[in-house]
């Protein structure tokens, strides 16, 4: 996370096109809902900041049924996933993997050993979505609540799959670098 947009790795060229240095496009998947169904494509922006990166929305179109196109004029959206590392702490409350021993007996002793510590980094990623939508005068007979549910079951659809995704692409694009793999090549073509 730390290279500029323009040397991230495509991993999944099938799903993430680079459009320019810090501009990709997304391609989240087909999601079913009821009896239709939608594929968001994302296009985003990415800058890198001091201990990672910021993911802004710069549109969204939804591709499927002309019912679900007809829908591209009557939303808006915006979006922003702040991705960070950090040194890793665990919750205090959650013990510890190893055995304790009495640390008295091993002091008298002297046979008390030192471990060495290991860095661990974690992965926390923030991510505020906002969306508009103008509700069609058919559907005036269904509750608002409703429909801000279907709308937030998308959203929440996106988010299931797009920040995993993102996730795992990261990990093997630093095994890869961290086997010496420095070729940025992606997986699959579009």
């Known amino acids: 996370m730390a290279l500029p947009a323009s040397q991230y790795s495509v991993l999944d060229a099938r799903r993430i096109e680079r459009v ?9 998947g087909q999601l079913k809902f009821f009896s239709w169904s939608v594929e968001p494509v994302i296009s985003v922006s990415v800058t890198v900041e001091e201990g990672g990166c910021t993911i802004r929305l710069l549109g969204c179109k939804l591709q499927g049924s002309s019912f679900v196109e007809d829908i591209n004029n009557k939303f808006s959206a915006t979006m922003t996933n702040v991705v960070r590392y950090r040194d890793y702490v665990p919750d205090s409350d959650s013990g510890s ?3 304790e021993t009495d640390g008295a007996e091993e002091a008298a002793t002297g046979q008390q050993q030192q471990q060495p510590a290991v860095a661990r980094k974690e992965i926390v990623s923030d991510t505020t979505i906002q969306v508009c939508l103008e509700v069609p005068t058919w559907s005036s007979f269904l509750p608002v609540a409703s429909i801000e549910s279907v709308g937030s079951g998308v959203m929440q659809n996106v988010l299931n799959v797009m920040v995993p995704r993102f996730l795992a692409q990261l990990q093997t694009d630093y095994a890869l670098w961290a086997a010496g793999d420095e070729s940025r090549k992606p997986v699959g073509e579009i």
């Open 20 to 28: 320019d240095d810090t501009t990709f496009k997304c391609y989240v």
């Open 97 to 99: 993997d190893s055995e």
